[in-house]
């Protein structure tokens, strides 16, 4: 038997598509704001928007009757026709959003049009008006979302934690904040003022948004043509980071997330960055509304494109021409006074050209004062033997200008009072083991022997040495990043860190002891990115996300060349390990190669 739903229900089944967490509440209304012509809006949270979601406007307002119709499914004052669809201009238009809230929270709405003396304050919970009466307002609406998801407790439980949560509101925050420089933003979020982003160009609301460090790292973009206009800003290749947050697609106002396009952009950078580096971008496409389709997901968060491929190549090629404009521009303006004067040479003037004379019979591998050269091939493995021999004492030199090689006098050994190390592309370790040769790469062991220390340190009580710093280092973070530092800030002080805050700053004034050429910066990037991958990834806690991240950013800087006593006390402390066969990230630090396997009959 089929039947209608009732509209509760069929709003509640809507809402979890446009409703999945408190950070889509927040889109949704600040959205309906600009829509409205608000050029102030301020948001509210408190409980990462499970206990109270606020926003407030000073645009268009309503009247009562449209307050009560705007709670209605598809009730929308943005289309009227099919054809509207081809030139939507604003945020929504489908009228899915107040009608999906109201079935999943308790909402109360205080709104006034500028024309009328007072205003309406509507109270409804699961898709029910409570109440309506008048009251008095300020021109604009007012929307306060209580106790979200009071009704569908399941979808309650599956939250995530609160920094969770709120790191998903700022990211939402972020996107409508960042296409409307023009209007004035103020988050509060359990009652701190995180952010006040007042009107202005958008430099300067990338600037209050990132901190004032993003400013000297941007490069204008800006190019017109007969498909898109491209404008926006680009970020210099020096000051990409570990870390994606800070990319931004709109598509004629709107965010939208395109891997494809992303693409584009770093095609430009293919020859600047590391593999796991990434770069900002701010990038603004205007296009006709008729060549997009922003109807293709319930958040509106893709966009489908009429000419894809010209998008992409002209993305590509604007941003390799912003990047080469930046490279060839003079970074230094040299004061000319006072210089010396060069003088420069008249037409009649003979300038010789410098000779070089080559030896082409020299051979770098002739003894000296022999006439003898050995072939390369059999000179180079004889350096490697040698060497090898050097620092093992296992075997004799061999001879290679006659006779039969000598015997082997010792096989590989696997005592430990015998054991040998080689060093090889200042990168591994290679040891003899009774099945033939151990592989131990330095920068992975040295990783998993820090990283089971520091998470031993989380397990007990106690506190990791700190050494001072002369002067402290100062590290400038986003508002959104100092909040996700704050968060763990216990235990990187039970680490070794010493620090202190200002405003959205950090400033060190001690590291962990034994770090080496400690570089504040890239530390903090290590660990902002590992606890934001975190929050994804529920077989990780914070805790050991730490840890991995002062073990990768420390053990970096270890790979190099290292003493026979370095060697073996590394090669000791990896097998005291508890898992010595692996790096902290999972991937192999052991290798063993089977030499009889290498030799087959």
């Known amino acids: 038997m089929i039947k209608l739903l009732p509209d509760n229900v069929a709003n509640q089944i809507a809402a979890g598509e446009v409703v999945q967490r408190p950070a889509s509440v927040v889109k949704e209304l600040m959205e309906n704001a600009v829509d409205a012509g608000a050029t102030q809006i301020s948001l509210v949270i408190k409980d990462a928007g499970r206990t109270l979601i606020q926003v407030t406007d000073n645009g268009s307002g309503m009247s009562e009757t449209d307050a009560r119709m705007a709670f209605e499914r598809h009730a929308t004052s943005k289309i009227t026709d099919i054809s509207d669809l081809d030139s939507i201009q604003t945020f929504g238009f489908r009228g899915e959003a107040l009608a999906s809230i109201a079935a999943v929270s308790e909402v109360e709405l205080k709104t006034r049009p500028e024309n009328e003396d007072l205003g309406v304050r509507l109270l409804i919970a699961a898709s029910k008006v409570v109440s309506s009466e008048p009251v008095q307002c300020a021109v604009g609406s007012g929307f306060s979302v209580k106790n979200l998801f009071y009704n569908i407790p399941a979808r309650r439980k599956f939250l995530k934690t609160d920094a969770s949560e709120l790191r998903q509101i700022i990211s939402e925050f972020q996107r409508v904040t960042i296409c409307n420089p023009k209007v004035e933003f103020n988050f509060y979020n359990n009652g701190t003022l995180l952010y006040s982003l007042p009107a202005g160009n958008l430099k300067q609301r990338l600037t209050g948004m990132f901190g004032k460090n ?16 491209v404008s926006g800003f680009i970020g210099k290749a020096d000051k990409a980071k570990k870390s994606q947050g800070e990319q931004f697609f709109f598509a004629n106002g709107r965010f939208f997330r395109s891997p494809y396009l992303q693409k584009a952009v770093y095609k430009a950078y293919e020859q600047l960055l590391p593999f796991d580096m990434h770069p900002s971008f701010f990038l603004f496409l205007d296009i006709s509304p008729a060549d997009i ?93 040698n060497d090898f021999n050097r620092q093992s004492g296992m075997f004799d030199a061999p001879t290679f200008n006659s006779g039969p090689v000598p015997e082997q006098k010792a096989v590989f050994e696997n005592d430990a009072s015998k054991r040998r190390f080689l060093q090889i592309k200042d990168r591994y370790i290679v040891t003899p083991v009774k099945s ?34 002369l002067f402290p280092e100062t590290v400038e973070l986003s508002p959104s990043d100092f909040m996700l530092i704050q968060s763990v800030w216990n235990d990187l002080r039970k680490m070794g ?42 077989n990780w806690n914070t805790q050991e996300k730490l840890a991995l991240s002062l073990a990768k950013s420390e053990s970096v800087k270890r790979c190099g060349n290292l003493s026979d006593t370095e060697m073996e006390h590394l090669v000791n402390r990896l097998f005291a390990c508890r898992m010595p066969d692996i790096d902290a990230e999972g991937k192999p630090a052991i290798s063993i190669i089977e030499i009889e396997k290498c030799f087959p009959n």
């Not at 062991?445 to 089971?452: G, M, T, V």
């Not at 200002?502 to 504040?520: H, Q, T």
């Open 214 to 229: 993003i400013a000297n790292a941007l490069i204008d973009v800006n190019i017109e043509t007969s498909i898109v206009k």
């Open 293 to 385: 389709d922003i109807n293709i997901h319930p958040q509106k968060t893709e966009v489908k494109f009429e000419n894809e491929q010209a998008v992409w190549q002209i993305l590509n090629a604007v941003a390799r021409e912003s990047l080469s404009k930046y490279a060839i521009a003079p970074s230094i303006i040299f004061d000319m006074e006072g210089a010396p004067d060069i003088p420069v040479p008249g037409k009649n003037v003979q300038i010789s050209v410098p000779e070089i004379t080559v030896d082409e019979t020299y051979n770098p591998f002739r003894p000296v004062g022999s006439g003898y050269s050995k072939p390369d091939r059999i000179d180079g493995w004889e350096q490697f033997y």
């Open 436 to 469: 033939g040769l151990m592989l131990i790469d330095i920068c992975r062991a040295h990783q998993r022997i820090l990283f089971e220390e520091f998470v031993l340190l989380f397990q007990t009580d106690s506190i990791a040495s700190s050494q001072k710093q």
């Open 497 to 538: 860190f010493d620090m202190r805050s200002i405003d959205s700053s950090i400033m060190f004034y001690a590291f962990p002891a034994g770090l080496e050429k400690v570089n504040a910066r890239g530390i903090i990037d290590e660990i902002l990115v590992n606890i934001k991958e975190s929050y994804s990834d529920s």
